[in-house]
């Protein structure tokens, strides 16, 4: 089978390796989509820190390739974990420092290969709705949802999401679907019209008049809650804290590889609740009948489907085609 390791920035190097043999407690799976977004491009450029050599790849999909488990018959279509909560042996002093998640392709290796050992738990099985390219946005349905039970808000009241990113509109849809009504607001006047086709209502530009405009919106009252969308760039951090009205709450989405420096001074004068975010795992099974009754519809985004032979080029000028930011997904297909 053929893996692909990152040895240093810049350098990924297709390494052929024996099949994953068999253990007890785990299954083998033939990875056949990967997900590829812009932790992974930062991560190649050097501009996130890991640990060299180490696989890429944090969202896959595959199938199981034998008959070792009989809650994962063999061909059973699955979701590969992209975040695994890090073993305790109950034993060791708890590093408190550490992070309870491993996260694939930073700090364990992801899933840029052929074939990969995958314990049952690590590792959910799909339903025929749900195809591949759906299926690898789930972790993004699932953060989704971990956000909009951080909000707590209420059906018909007003919420601000800052970021108009495939993961903004993406929660700005889920919020849609529990009758909530989601102001989205970015810097970049592309990404607000991309968004409006997806179905957003409310798109408002990050300028001088932004306050203004959510209250006009809001019938003076401002936004019950806000959300900061850091995958998304060009907005200030302290957005949410203009837009939301006192006691209510802010929500910041980043992963746990994101550096996000907030000035708090907003937040006290209006004794706001700030809530923080990375992902969503628990929420997978969730995020797969949200995705199966289509209550959020990533369709209209533009999927970049190419081949392992493409796979270095793709990395490579990931960050240098201002269009990607707007409506472009890209997969690997590991089968061609």
């Known amino acids: 089978m053929y893996l692909w390791n990152l040895v240093e920035p810049g350098k990924l190097v297709r ?4 099949l994953p043999k068999p253990q007890e407690g785990f299954v083998r799976v033939r990875v056949t989509k990967v997900f590829l977004n812009s932790q ?3 991560i190649y450029a050097g501009a996130i820190r890991v640990r060299y050599p180490i696989v890429p790849g944090r969202f896959a999909v595959g199938f199981v390739s034998d008959e070792t488990n ?3 018959p063999k061909g059973t279509r699955v979701l590969l974990h992209g975040y695994r ?4 042996n109950g034993t060791e002093k708890r590093d408190f420092s550490a992070e309870d998640y491993y996260a694939c392709g930073r700090t364990t290796d992801g899933f840029l290969s052929d074939f990969v050992l995958v314990a049952p738990t690590d590792m959910t099985a799909l339903p025929s709705s749900v195809s591949d390219e759906r299926a690898l946005l789930l972790h993004q349905v699932a953060a989704a949802k971990e956000i909009s039970d951080r909000l707590g808000v209420q ?3 007003h919420v601000a999401v800052i970021g108009a ?3 903004g509109i993406l929660l700005c849809q889920l919020l849609i679907y529990q009758q909530t009504a989601p102001i989205l607001v970015d810097a970049d006047k592309r990404r607000l019209e991309f968004a409006k086709s997806c179905g957003v209502y409310y798109t408002v530009p990050a300028d001088a008049g932004l306050v203004d405009t959510v209250a006009s919106l809001t019938g003076g009252r401002l ?3 806000a959300v900061y969308v850091a995958t998304a760039s060009g907005n200030a951090t302290d957005l949410p804290f203009l837009l939301t009205e006192r006691c209510g709450k802010a929500v910041y989405f980043a992963t746990s590889a994101n550096k996000v420096t907030i000035d708090l001074a907003g937040a006290l004068r209006k004794h706001l609740s700030i809530h923080c975010v990375s992902h969503g ?3 997978l099974e969730t995020a797969i009948n949200l995705m199966a009754n289509k209550a959020v519809d990533p369709t209209l985004f533009h999927g970049n489907m190419v081949t392992s032979r493409n796979l270095q080029e793709l990395l490579s000028t990931y960050h240098v085609r201002p269009e990607r930011d707007v409506q472009e997904v890209n997969y690997i297909d590991l089968l061609r």
């Open 15 to 18: 390494t052929e390796a024996p």
């Open 40 to 42: 992974d491009a930062a």
């Open 70 to 72: 009989p809650l994962f």
């Open 85 to 88: 909560p890090v073993p305790r």
């Open 155 to 157: 059906r018909g009241r």
């Open 165 to 167: 990113d495939l993961m």
């Open 223 to 225: 936004a019950s809650g």
């Open 281 to 283: 795992v628990k929420y």
